[in-house]
Nanobody, 127 residues
Framework: QVQLAESGGGFVQAGQSLRLSCAAS????????MGWFRQAPGKEREFVAA????????FYAESMKGRFTISRDRGKNTVYLYLSSLKPEDTAVYFC????????????????????WGQGTQVTVSS
């Protein structure tokens, strides 16, 4: 089992930044990749970014490139998501997720790859 705990969400003005954190505990030695998804009210949960644990390769949703940065600290079993130049449409609950094995990059956008999910952290961006 893997437990994930997100933090760092909050209420910000448009144009500001936030850094989200997700700390993993439990059977973290099995981590193949960790990812971030978000879900706005009334919308499907969508992929934001992911990072492969073994080689630090990162992958982003096209619309997030350039504004969001994912990183990881293997020693702390923690993944971060830096959100910059935030817009009101970025308002959502942000979830981190963990998957095992040796994933190829193209699988990281799929919710089905991830076995464990955090509870989510709310990000609200006002105009």
């Amino acid at each position: 089992q893997v437990q994930l705990a997100e933090s760092g969400g909050g209420f910000v003005q448009a144009g500001q930044s936030l850094r989200l954190s997700c700390a993993a505990s439990g059977r973290t030695s099995s981590t193949g990749a960790m990812g971030w998804f978000r879900q706005a009210p009334g919308k499907e949960r969508e992929f934001v970014a992911a990072i492969r644990w073994a080689d630090n390769n990162a992958f982003y949703a096209e619309s997030m490139k350039g504004r969001f940065t994912i990183s990881r600290d293997r020693g702390k079993n923690t993944v971060y998501l830096y959100l910059s130049s935030l817009k009101p449409e970025d308002t959502a609950v942000y979830f981190c997720a963990q998957g095992g094995g040796r994933p190829i990059m193209s699988t990281l956008t799929s919710r089905q790859y991830y076995a464990y999910w955090g509870q989510g952290t709310q990000v609200t961006v006002s105009s």
